[in-house]
């Protein structure tokens, strides 16, 4: 089995997420993103209307309340999204959601 590493960025402005994202063209053709409400988990990072850099596929580590919104919003920047089942009232709703948006 090959291996497969991505880096991860927590970042708080989107001159942080440009910076590293130079840093990683050559690297890498995936980033993983932590994305934190300062409610679920004690700090706030990507809490800002962000862009990111077509040349990488995502993923997004949701450590926030309420991450159907979230994953609403910036549902065609991400490919794969990792919420907290404790933070998904319904479960069963939300996997659909994702099917049928063809997302992981």
């Known amino acids: ?10 970042v708080k402005s989107q001159e942080e997420l440009n910076y ?13 993103l932590d994305v934190a409400d300062g409610k679920f988990a004690p700090n706030k990072v990507l809490q800002f209307p962000f862009k990111l850099n077509q040349n990488f596929q995502y993923n997004a580590h949701l450590m926030i309340q309420d991450p159907l919104p979230w994953i609403k919003e910036n549902l065609s920047k991400i490919d794969l999204f990792i919420p907290h089942v404790e933070t998904i009232e319904d479960i069963t709703s939300y996997v659909k959601f994702m099917k049928e948006n063809h997302k992981k």
């Open 1 to 10: 089995m090959k291996s497969l590493i991505i880096p991860s960025l927590l």
């Open 20 to 32: 590293f994202s130079k840093r990683l063209i050559k690297v890498t053709s995936r980033i993983h």
